[in-house]
DNA sequence: ATAGCTCTCTATAGTAGCTATAGAGTCAAG
DNA sequence: CTTGACTCTATAGCTACTATAGAGAGCTAT
């Protein structure tokens, strides 16, 4: 059973060129190839994929899903590394979520300054953005 | 008043190097240069940079920006337009923040499936992302 | 004047995770 | 034998910067 690049892409949901993608970043193996040139792919090869489509639909980075690989490929250590990755993770988006709602809370105070359609020279939201003493606080990398 | 691109970045809190980005992104415009060919900046200047640093920091594009400084530029008309590129960012934050958050219960719900050092291959959490049937709903781009 | 230091200059490449394009080859059906 | 769908490699582009190299400007201390 040896499907193409294209019947793969379809099975886990994702471009043909972002397979090719994953195997240069050495997250998918290099296949067989047939006579044509062809990738031809297996049962194995399919179920990493969507291995890996699904760490990144939880937004998992490339990197944080190769170390997942790693540790899934070495069978003999306990699973001890897998929680701990989750868990930062988990706080990550915590953060991410604690920032937009912030950020948020900053656009909805601007856009109370300016009801309407006034010239352009009284719009309250254009001043707000102006006024140097009013920026966000953010620390040094926003990860919004 | 003249002052160079080091003081210039200073005052609105960035790196040398993003000022001059701005200026090849067309959002600042290209100042007068001394005699061995620093760039020198005036108070309009200052005024332009923190401004469209404030939007970054309310987590604007670069081309929101340019349309609001556009719109700015141009105060003839009335401000309709920039109310309603702020409810559109405000609305794209809102969906950003309700991806986040749905994402958050799926990783919580994934780390439930794993309390601790087992042997790799009882891991839940890794048996938890293999699993194809679980993927989190996502749109086109997901926006995160 | 010369050395040392900080600031500035241009140009180029790298970051993440793809997406898009060009130009060529493969393969099955009509 | 040609059409069409699929695949191949290689390269450039996206966002908003960051990092690097190598050279010049300008000030102070000797």
């Given at each position: 059973m040896e499907i193409r690049i294209g019947d793969l892409a379809k099975r886990s949901g994702c471009e043909v060129v972002t397979v090719?993608?994953?195997?240069?970043?050495?997250?998918?193996?290099?296949?067989?190839?047939?006579?044509?040139?062809?990738?031809?792919?297996?049962?194995?090869?399919i179920e990493r994929l969507q291995f890996i489509r699904h760490c990144r639909s939880l937004d998992m980075t490339l990197s944080?899903?190769?170390?997942?690989l790693g540790l899934r490929d070495n069978p003999t250590q306990d699973c001890g590394g897998i929680n701990v990755l989750l868990e930062t993770h988990i706080q990550q988006v915590e953060m991410r979520v604690a920032a937009l709602l912030q950020l948020r809370q900053h656009l909805v105070n601007l856009r109370e300054k300016c009801s309407g359609s006034r010239p352009m020279e009284?719009?309250?939201?254009?001043?707000?953005?102006?006024?140097?003493?009013?920026?966000v606080a953010r620390?040094?990398?926003?990860?919004?």
């Open positions: 090719r993608y994953y195997e240069k970043e050495g997250l998918m193996p290099k296949p067989a190839r047939s006579g044509g040139n062809f990738r031809l792919y297996g049962d194995a090869h944080e899903i190769r170390t997942l009284a719009c309250g939201i254009l001043n707000g953005l102006s006024d140097s003493n009013c920026h620390s040094k990398q926003s990860n919004l």
